[in-house]
């Protein structure tokens, strides 16, 4: 799917099953409770190790804050364990994969997925789900809206920990690999189902089994 060729007709039949089904609904919120329950108990069980790591390394914060766009553009923080040097203040730049700023802890933290972890509270909220597209800092979405077109349709559901644009795309660190994600949200968004989020979690799962990891 190209984003350019989208016309209008195409966008006013997206089904919005995530609105309007309510066995779909019902199944994203117990996932969800569940996932966020067992990822805060992960959660305890790992931040002693890193909180050690991280202070023998830089001796900076565990914590890095930072706000995202939610659901109809709703702003939102969440808690990330900080990867990168500094003090948990924004990043206003993308993050390459190979990024100077990036810690030898940090590295370790992202090719796990482990500095996610926290964001099981943003799911237990109800400000983010298992399964959705990824959320954006504001600064982003800015930019992204004036460039892509149909940027704003993504921000019609809840913005996810995994998606179906992580799975089979992967980091985006510029505004054409944004537009390439944005086809595979859009995609997410009219075909959404409960076949559709368990595939998107298996594969999130076997990514970072086999430490497929950013």
Same mark, same amino acid.
Request: net charge positive; aromatic share 10%.
């Given at each position: 799917? /190209?984003?350019?060729?989208?016309?209008?007709?195409?966008?006013?039949? &997206?089904?919005?099953?995530?609105?309007?089904?309510?066995?779909?609904?019902?199944?994203?919120?117990?996932?969800?409770?569940?996932?966020?329950?067992?990822?805060?108990?992960?959660?305890?069980?790992?931040?002693?190790?890193?909180?050690?790591?991280?202070?023998?390394?830089?001796?900076?914060?565990?914590?890095?804050?930072?706000?995202?766009?939610?659901?109809?553009?709703?702003?939102?923080?969440?808690?990330? &364990? =900080?990867?990168?040097?500094?003090?948990?203040?924004?990043?206003?730049?993308?993050?390459?994969?190979?990024?100077?700023?990036?810690?030898?802890?940090?590295?370790?933290? =992202?090719?796990?997925?482990?500095?996610?972890?926290?964001?099981?509270?943003?799911?237990?909220?109800?400000?983010?789900?298992?399964?959705?597209?990824?959320?954006?800092?504001?600064?982003?979405?800015?930019?992204?809206?004036?460039?892509?077109?149909?940027?704003?349709? =993504?921000?019609?559901?809840?913005?996810? &920990?995994?998606?179906?644009?992580?799975?089979?795309?992967?980091?985006?660190?510029?505004?054409?690999?944004?537009?390439?994600? &944005?086809?595979?949200?859009?995609?997410?968004?009219?075909?959404?189902?409960?076949?559709?989020?368990?595939?998107?979690?298996?594969?999130?799962?076997?990514?970072?089994?086999? /430490?497929?990891?950013?």
């Amino acid at each position: 799917m /190209l984003v350019e060729r989208l016309r209008q007709t195409w966008l006013l039949s &997206l089904q919005q099953r995530g609105e309007t089904s309510r066995l779909y609904a019902l199944f994203k919120r117990v996932a969800d409770i569940v996932a966020g329950l067992i990822g805060l108990v992960l959660l305890g069980i790992l931040l002693p190790f890193v909180w050690v790591a991280i202070k023998i390394e830089d001796r900076g914060p565990i914590f890095h804050r930072q706000v995202r766009v939610g659901h109809f553009g709703k702003h939102f923080e969440i808690v990330k &364990l =900080r990867t990168m040097r500094g003090h948990g203040r924004e990043e206003l730049h993308w993050t390459a994969e190979d990024d100077a700023r990036i810690t030898r802890v940090g590295a370790v933290l =992202r090719r796990l997925h482990l500095d996610e972890m926290p964001q099981a509270w943003n799911i237990l909220r109800g400000d983010m789900s298992v399964v959705g597209p990824r959320p954006e800092q504001p600064q982003y979405v800015e930019t992204l809206r004036e460039s892509i077109p149909y940027y704003n349709t =993504r921000l019609s559901v809840r913005p996810g &920990l995994t998606g179906w644009a992580q799975v089979n795309y992967g980091y985006a660190g510029d505004v054409g690999g944004s537009t390439i994600k &944005l086809s595979y949200d859009l995609y997410y968004i009219k075909r959404q189902s409960i076949a559709l989020d368990l595939l998107i979690m298996a594969r999130t799962v076997f990514a970072v089994a086999t /430490l497929k990891g950013r």
